[in-house]
């Protein structure tokens, strides 16, 4: 079977890139990196590609908001290329500064005007923090599934977060129902038992705990916390020494884009 | 014309920067303040319509989910009869502006031309019934650095034109410095005027060399000799002739103090994974068959001391910039930070004048440091902080990257004909002069005549610069690389055409604004810029690269064949030096060195029963306590590859004793990281401190699974002044202590770095820092998964403890308690070390070992805490099985053991061991030969419990309780 190729999107301050890239090939995708200026040059198109991949970063120094001036970009440059590039039935996945973009650009929860809706601002404790973060995975299961990325995903996850704007909120109460209701919230900040927890369960004050979240076709993902940062079990902080080799967590993640593109292309 | 928009959180909207600063406030004891809102203020210049200002506002500036804004409506500081007290800060002319080239950008992408310049301001508003002078303070020690901001007084002005920098009217002509006719007594003002920090002795030289020349010099040429001259740049003190005098002895004479002990110890070793040592910016060691690593460590103290959030985020951005610049060009892939402080409840009333609070610089500090780190995408896994009060006006900032290299990229050759270019950011008058500033002492007046050297930094463009130098570097386009750090480009274009000779016009270095002389442009230290030395039929290629992700990248001369330095600018020549004296030409002077035994009074703290709150205040001391405020504001997990990271434990946040990471994500080799630092010991005796850090460096390299093979060392002394005998003593007797250990431990050094004149002169009196000495080690490990961490793993293990336990609590922690320094200095015994680290070494390798700490700090007592908290597990151990050693050399008379010393000595090479019972037989018998005992076990209780060399309880506490002790005095 073809590899799925991943446009792994890289401009300056993106600092996630090749882990990420590391991550989709371990997951069996051929992972590209590929800097802004050659898309809007046109030097080369998103359309050679199946994933569109947003990793973490501080694009152009978090200055003004984190994500903005990228969402920006994207948004005035390539609005058509990005759109096309969903409507064809293509995965994008953004992560931590990946997700501030997709969520300040529009994209996600996602509606035709490309409003935004929602927003990651500053966290609760005013500063920028690194832990590791238990996750509850909403609807994971084979039938109600929306997002393809969490399909089979265990209840609870481990993964780190590290950032300074992760707290994420909505416009109004109407956003939060929509995105309820269709079954868009992927993952929400929980304690190791899987129930809602404050800080630093919730390290950022996130509006309902909400970490990650889909647009309305399911392929659209992003969120804060990093699976690319816990794809081998070495990279867990308790990792037990075993002479078996366990992948992360994370891994899944990946491996589920990979597999849903090369039964759908 | 100007426009100014404010944008704030929307009513309801949680304002978590305005709350911290009420926080902080609070801290400072003003307690009257209700509430603070923070507003962002844009500052944006252009002939503008006002749909596009809308717009701009709308589409880029504001985030319609949480923020409102308001354009050109300004507020009043203070309006009689309210308590609303607003405060606007906003950056001094000429201070860079992080922010401006990326909304800059914002801007262009809207498809709005004609804006001419961004600045960006802060707006506080604070309620509550407040003071003039309250609101000073507030001020002062929480919004703004005088430094590099102003208070707005007026926010109107913000609409009025401000001229950036006073320019030089007559920048085109060249102005000489008459050295010929000068007298001593000139020489002496001509330096001190000029900032050029240039003894008479140097002076002198110089004027020599001019006569020579039957010319004056002019004001370049001066400037340049004295960066290169610099104890910053050149290491005078290590380089120069030492008359070294120990204990009232003979005196002898030390020739190159770096190449008697450090170097030499590298050198006799001669191990075969060294591959470049002390010539390039970081030393080399190998890592695989295909790759290399590189390791340095620099200081950032006197910038940190006046602005300490723009002088340690220059720290990192330098050393990340060395890393870049070693061989061809390293990535960098960990970094480590390691800083010294006053107490940070130092009283405010106590404070010297001109000097910060060591509670603001602390912050600040650790603000810049991640800051960069993180947003460069390079995990800080590794550090200390420690404390002491002759910190007050020199706080220590130093800042380590790993870095790695293919192999065949590890060095570098400029050739003849070879193009000069610049990478970078443009250059200004930011940093002038902090090469030699750095070379003198700091004064309460420093904040006012050096302010120039203070900067802050711009970890984007130097994140640009990385990604296209290493794609440049695959692509072969350049024959050698090095940073511009202190001395900007005399330094950087100075050092690589050295064997040479360079050719620069000065007028093709891109300027941040006009007005700059052409001296000014040879010296700034503007931050991140790189010089690449490119074959002309390489150079079209190479400025593609760069130009493809928006780096500028300019050819600004060429390498000659004239062993001569020469600068032009606008058609004068205005600097044309040989570089041979510029580099070899400087005297050696002669200093004096002495160094006294000191005897401190030794009287032992009364030995009680309970130890318990002995316990509990050790691991709340400021050095021992937990950093974890501090350690998860920096990103140490970006890049993916830690596999221990500086927390660790059963709820993350116990201490690591070294960081391992995996450079590679795809090989199973990792790297290990650590460091050894302790200046109480040099108290007693720098030579012992120095021994005893290399001890603990290595120490914690074997705690974590490591071995003696592959590792390298990095020396960084801080010290006072060298023209001090008594200071210039401790450093020589610390710099034998380096070469003894190394050599005994068989580990050489790689690279090093001095940072002298640490010391404050306010009103006449001279403090200096305790001279202060770091070792940095690196590692190569073949498996990462052997790593071993330092929390307790299962209950039912046995505890054994490795290493004799001397009665050596001199300089310790417990000591400390009590204001007590004691003369038992703990030594080092390299032979019987060696053997135990390699030993045990073995036995991790063999993975025996469930868990491991080494003991330092505060000893047996707080390490086993440690294990036991991070754990979330009990202990139960008998200080009757622990091994004690000799004292050999104490005039005291012996005495029978004591627990308390048993339980808080700091003996070096020692370390608790956690093992499972099934492997007791075969740990016992690795351990044949060296000094072990079984000394308690892991239990289910939640509870420490030691039993005395009595058999009687002497601590007993939760761990809990101990886990809260360690926790509170950091959690800010």
């Known amino acids: ?265 | 014309m100007f426009w100014v928009i404010e944008v704030k959180d929307k009513p309801g909207i949680f304002d978590a920067i305005g709350a911290g600063v009420k926080k902080d406030i609070l801290d400072l004891g003003i307690k009257s303040a209700r509430s603070v809102g923070f507003s962002q203020i844009y500052i944006i210049e252009g002939n503008l319509l006002e749909e596009e200002i809308n717009r701009i506002s709308e589409c880029l500036l504001v985030d319609p989910i949480v923020q409102d804004h308001s354009i050109n409506d300004f507020e009043s500081p203070h309006l009689k009869g309210t308590s609303r007290f607003v405060i606007y800060v906003a950056y001094n002319p000429g201070v860079m502006d992080p922010a401006e080239a990326s909304i800059m950008k914002g801007i262009a992408d809207l498809r709005i031309t004609r804006v001419r310049s961004v600045k960006t301001a802060k707006k506080y508003c604070i309620e509550g019934k407040l003071t003039d002078r309250q609101l000073a303070i507030i001020s002062e020690k929480l919004l703004y650095n005088k430094l590099i901001q102003h208070i707005v007084k007026s926010p109107a002005a913000f609409l009025s034109h401000e001229s950036p920098v006073a320019g030089n009217k007559n920048e085109a002509s060249v102005l000489t410095v008459d050295l010929l006719r000068a007298s001593d007594t000139k020489l002496k003002q001509i330096s001190a005027q000029g900032q050029l920090f240039l003894s008479l002795q140097e002076m002198r030289q110089i004027k020599h060399y001019f006569q020579g020349l039957k010319r004056n010099p002019t004001d370049c040429e001066l400037e340049t000799i004295a960066q290169t001259w610099s104890e910053h740049c050149q290491h005078k003190t290590f380089r120069g002739k030492i008359k070294y005098c120990e204990n009232h002895s003979r005196p002898v004479m030390i020739n190159d103090l770096l190449k008697a002990t450090i170097i030499r110890a590298t050198k006799e070793l001669n191990k075969s994974w060294c591959v470049s040592v002390f010539q390039d910016n970081a030393g080399i060691i190998k890592f695989d068959e295909k790759h290399n690593i590189c390791f340095k460590v620099e200081t950032h103290n006197h910038p940190s001391a006046l602005e300490p959030f723009g002088g340690a985020n220059t720290g990192v951005g330098g050393v990340i910039r060395d890393c870049l610049g070693t061989g061809l060009g390293a990535k960098p892939v960990c970094n480590t930070d390691i800083f010294c402080f006053a107490p940070y409840d130092y009283p405010l009333q106590k404070l010297p004048a001109g000097t910060l609070h060591p509670k603001r610089i602390m912050k600040g500090v650790v603000a810049g440091v991640r800051d960069y780190g993180n947003k460069m995408g390079i995990p800080t896994v590794n550090g200390a902080i420690l404390f002491h009060e002759q910190f007050i006006g020199n706080p220590l900032v130093y800042c380590g990257t790993v870095g790695i290299l293919p192999k065949e990229k590890s060095f570098k050759e400029p050739l003849k004909r070879d193009a000069i270019v610049l990478v970078g950011g443009a250059t200004g008058r930011d940093g002038i002069h902090g090469a030699t500033f750095s070379s003198g002492e700091l004064t309460h007046n420093s904040e006012n005549i050096s302010s120039g050297s203070v900067q802050i930094g711009n970890p984007i463009e130097e994140k640009k610069i990385l990604d296209t130098i290493l794609k440049a570097r695959d692509l072969n386009l350049y024959n050698a690389i090095t940073d511009c750090g202190a001395g900007g480009l005399s330094s950087a274009v100075g050092e690589m055409g050295k064997d040479l000779g360079a050719k620069v016009e000065l007028c093709k270095v891109p300027l941040k604004y006009r007005g700059l002389s052409y001296t000014e442009i040879w010296i700034s230290e503007s931050q991140e810029r790189m010089v690449l030395s490119v074959p002309q039929n390489k150079l079209v290629e190479l400025l593609e690269v760069f130009r493809s992700e928006n780096v500028r990248a300019t050819p600004i001369g060429e390498f000659t064949d004239t062993q001569k330095l020469q600068l032009y600018y606008k058609g004068n020549l205005v600097c044309n030096l040989d570089m041979h004296f510029l580099h070899e030409g400087s005297p050696r002077p002669e200093k004096k060195a002495v160094f006294v035994t000191p005897r401190h009074k030794e009287n032992a703290p009364h030995n009680t029963k309970n130890l318990t709150p002995s316990l509990k205040r050790l691991l709340g001391h400021p050095d021992i306590c937990s950093k974890e405020w501090v350690i998860r504001q920096y990103d140490h997990e970006v890049q993916g590859g830690s596999v221990l990271r500086p927390l660790c434990g059963v709820a993350n946040d116990g201490p690591s004793d070294a960081a391992i990471i995996k450079p590679l994500l795809h090989s199973p080799k990792g790297v290990i990281v650590s460091n050894g630092i302790n200046f109480r010991f040099g108290f007693i005796d720098p030579y012992w401190m120095a021994a005893s850090c290399i001890d603990e460096a290595l120490r914690q390299i074997i705690a974590v699974g490591g071995s003696l093979k592959n590792v390298a060392l990095l020396d960084n002394f801080c010290w006072g002044n060298p023209d001090k005998p008594d200071r210039l003593g401790g450093l020589v007797r610390a710099a034998l202590g380096c070469y003894d250990a190394a050599k005994g431990f068989g580990v050489p050094f790689i690279s090093g770095k001095d940072s002298l004149n640490n010391e404050y002169t306010v009103k006449n009196k001279s403090l200096a820092i305790p001279g202060t000495l770091l070792i940095s080690a690196i590692a190569v490990m073949e498996d990462a998964s052997g790593a071993v961490s330092m929390y307790l793993k299962e209950p039912g293990n046995l505890l054994y403890v490795v290493g004799g336990t001397a009665e050596e609590l001199g300089a310790s922690h417990y000591y400390d308690l009590s204001g007590i320094v004691g003369n038992n200095v703990p030594k080092v015994y390299p032979k019987k070390a060696r053997q135990i680290f390699e030993v045990l070494s073995r036995a991790s390798s063999k993975r025996l070992v469930r868990a491991m700490h080494d003991c330092a700090e505060g000893g047996i007592a707080v390490a086993l805490a440690e294990m036991a908290f991070a754990g979330g597990l009990g202990a139960e151990a008998f200080l009757k099985e622990v091994p004690l050693a000799q004292v050999r050399v104490t005039k005291q008379k012996a005495q029978a053991p004591r627990n308390d010393f048993v339980l808080f000595s700091e003996s070096n090479s020692r370390f608790i061991v956690e093992v499972e019972r099934a492997h007791q037989k075969e740990f016992e018998r690795c351990m044949r030969g060296i000094p072990f005992g079984l000394f308690g076990c892991v239990s289910q209780e939640k509870q420490l419990k030691i039993f005395g060399l009595d058999g009687q309880v002497c601590i007993e506490a939760g761990i809990a309780q101990l886990k809260e002790a360690w926790q509170a005095p950091l959690r800010w």
């Open chain 1, 1 to 265: 079977m073809q590899k799925p190729k991943v446009c792994v999107l890289r401009t300056a301050g993106t600092n996630c890139d090749q882990e990420t890239a590391f991550a989709f090939f371990k997951a069996g995708a051929f992972a590209e990196l590929v800097h802004t200026n050659s898309l809007v040059s046109g030097y080369k198109a998103l359309d050679e590609y199946q994933i569109l991949a947003i990793p973490g970063g501080f694009t152009y120094g978090d200055d003004v908001a984190a994500g903005k001036i990228l969402a920006n970009e994207l948004k005035y440059e390539l609005k058509a290329a990005l759109l096309d590039f969903i409507g064809e039935g293509k995965l994008i996945i953004g992560i931590c500064n990946g997700f501030q973009m997709l969520v300040k650009s529009g994209l996600l929860p996602g509606n035709a005007e490309l409003a935004q809706e929602a927003s990651l601002t500053i966290n609760d404790s005013a500063k920028f923090e690194d832990r590791w973060v238990y996750l509850k995975c909403i609807a994971t299961g084979r039938q109600k599934a929306k997002c393809v990325w969490t399909k089979g995903l265990p209840e609870i996850i481990y993964l780190p977060v590290a950032h300074g704007e992760g707290k994420f909120v909505v416009r109004d109460k109407a956003v939060l129902a929509r995105l309820k209701r269709n079954n868009q919230i992927v993952v929400e900040y929980c304690d190791e038992k899987g129930s809602p927890a404050s800080y630093p369960h919730n390290p950022n004050g996130s509006t309902e705990g909400i970490a990650g979240i889909c647009d309305e076709t399911g392929r659209v993902f992003g969120l804060m916390p990093h699976p690319e940062r816990h794809i081998h079990v070495l990279q867990h902080p308790r990792w037990v020494r075993s002479h078996k080799r366990l992948e992360g967590v994370g891994l899944a993640i990946f491996k589920n884009a990979v597999v849903y593109v090369q039964k759908k292309f």
